[in-house]
């Protein structure tokens, strides 16, 4: 089991934990991002801010910019499936859907 923990007011933002290893997966500084929202995802941390939506893996970090035309306030994000993404974006009152490949592929 995979733990995604989240910290407020501490050194620490996001924290990954593997409960079978033993082992923090993820370890993100708060001086790095604000997270709105976190959830696993393919292998991936992918964390929404109020206006992006970050990917992070072992080897890289990709940020997808939320649409407006309002400024996005991102809430929270979710797996919907193997190949799809959503974020609640309550600036905008939608839903944002992205695909595997991080393309926004519906608003």
Excluded at 8 to 15: A, D, G, I, K, P
Aim: aromatic share 8%.
């Amino acid at each position: 089991m995979q733990l995604l923990l989240g910290f407020v007011n501490s050194n620490v933002s996001l924290l990954a934990y593997d409960w079978a290893a033993n082992d923090v997966i993820w370890n993100v500084p708060s001086t790095t991002t604000k997270s709105c929202g976190i959830c696993h995802w393919r292998d991936q941390l992918v964390i929404a801010t109020d206006d992006t939506l970050s990917w992070h893996s072992k080897s890289q970090v990709i940020h997808s910019p939320l649409p407006g035309p309002h400024p996005s306030l991102a809430h929270s994000v979710h797996a919907i499936d193997g190949e799809h993404i959503g974020v609640v974006d309550t600036g905008n009152s939608s839903i944002h859907v992205f695909y595997t490949n991080r393309e926004l592929i519906h608003t």
